[in-house]
C-alpha cells in the first residue's frame, strides 16, 4: 500500500532522498535577499499588467520567507505608484495618462495579507528573524461583524483582498474561483504540485486559464505531473512552453498585419497615431 501510495505521489524512497537533498543544498538560496528582491519586482511589475485581474497567491519556501515577501512587495508597490503618479504628470497624452491612472487606481484599491498556520511562541521566533507576525496574525484572526473572516474575504472576488502570501496554507483543499495568478518560490512536484496549480485553475467568468509564474524552473515535474494526474484521452498536454506561446502569438500578430494591409489597412500607422513602426521584434 505504501509503494502504491509513494506511486501514486509520484516520488518512490531515492527520488524522496535525493529531492531533500537537492532542496537542502538550494533552501538558502530561495531565502537570499537579492533572489526574493527580484521576483517580489517582477511580481510588482506583473500582477497589474496581467490582463484578467484576477486574484493571486504567491509561494514561499516558508513563514518567515513569505513575510519577507510580503514587506518587499508593499515597498515595490508602493515605490510603483509613486513612479506611475509621475509619469501622469509629466505624460503630455490624455490617452497615456488614461491608462497610467487606470493602473494606478488599481493598485491604490489593491490588499494584502499573510496567511500562514500559527505555532507556540510565534510572536519570539519571528522577532529574532527581524520579522513581526503581530499585525498578519491579527488580520488572519479577525472576524468582522456579519462573520465574514479572511477566508471569506479571499474567496469574495469583489473584495480588495487580492494578494496573499502563503508557504503551505490554502494551497490544497481550498477554493477559491477567482484566483487566477500563481507565483511558485518553493520546490513542489506530484500531487503536491498538481494541488498547487488547482487554485488557479477553476472555471471564473472572464478567466479562460491559470497563470502560474515559475520561479524555479518546475516546468519539468508540471508536465510530470500533469501526464499522471491530468493527461487527457488525446495524449495533449494542457500546457504549453511560454516560447512557444510567445512565438505563437507573433505569428498571430504577422499574419493579422498582413491580412489588413491586403485590404488597405496599414497597421502601423494606427500605432501612435503613426509615429511608431509596428516591429514584431519588439512587441515580446
Not at 529574532?128 to 472576524?143: D, F, N, P, T
Not at 495533449?236 to 498582413?258: H, R, T, W, Y
Request: glycine share 6%.
Amino acid at each position: 500500500a505504501r509503494a502504491r501510495q509513494q506511486q501514486a505521489a509520484g516520488c518512490d524512497d531515492a527520488e524522496r532522498e535525493r529531492l531533500t537533498n537537492i532542496y537542502a543544498k538550494n533552501e538558502e538560496i530561495f531565502k537570499r535577499d537579492d533572489w526574493l528582491e527580484d521576483n517580489a519586482r517582477n511580481i510588482v511589475q506583473h500582477f497589474p499588467r496581467r490582463g484578467f485581474l484576477g486574484k493571486g497567491m504567491v509561494i514561499s519556501v516558508d513563514k518567515f520567507t513569505a513575510v519577507r515577501m510580503y514587506d518587499k512587495v508593499q515597498r515595490l508597490w508602493k515605490e510603483e505608484i509613486q513612479s506611475l503618479n509621475l509619469q501622469i504628470m509629466k505624460s503630455e497624452s490624455e490617452e497615456e495618462r488614461l491608462e497610467l491612472k487606470k493602473g494606478r487606481d488599481y493598485m491604490n484599491g489593491v490588499e494584502m495579507a499573510v496567511v500562514v498556520s500559527e505555532e507556540a511562541d510565534e510572536e519570539k521566533k519571528f522577532e529574532a528573524q527581524g520579522l513581526s507576525i503581530k499585525k498578519h496574525r491579527e488580520r488572519m484572526k479577525y472576524v468582522d461583524e456579519n462573520g465574514i473572516d479572511i477566508e471569506v474575504n479571499f474567496k469574495d472576488p469583489d473584495h480588495p483582498l487580492q494578494l496573499v502570501f502563503v508557504c503551505s496554507m490554502w494551497l490544497t483543499g481550498f477554493d477559491a474561483p477567482s484566483v487566477s495568478t500563481l507565483y511558485i518560490d518553493k520546490p513542489m512536484k506530484g500531487h503536491t504540485l498538481m494541488q498547487a496549480i488547482a487554485r488557479a485553475n477553476r472555471v471564473f467568468p472572464g478567466k479562460t486559464c491559470g497563470i502560474i509564474v515559475d520561479h524555479l524552473d518546475l516546468f519539468k515535474y508540471l508536465k510530470n505531473a500533469l501526464a499522471e494526474y491530468a493527461d487527457g484521452d488525446d495524449g495533449e498536454m494542457p500546457i504549453k512552453d511560454l516560447d512557444k506561446l510567445v512565438g505563437q502569438l507573433n505569428e498571430a500578430v504577422e499574419k493579422g498585419c498582413s491580412f489588413c494591409l491586403e485590404h488597405g489597412v496599414d497597421l502601423n500607422l494606427a500605432v501612435k497615431h503613426g509615429e511608431y513602426t509596428l516591429d514584431d521584434s519588439e512587441l515580446f
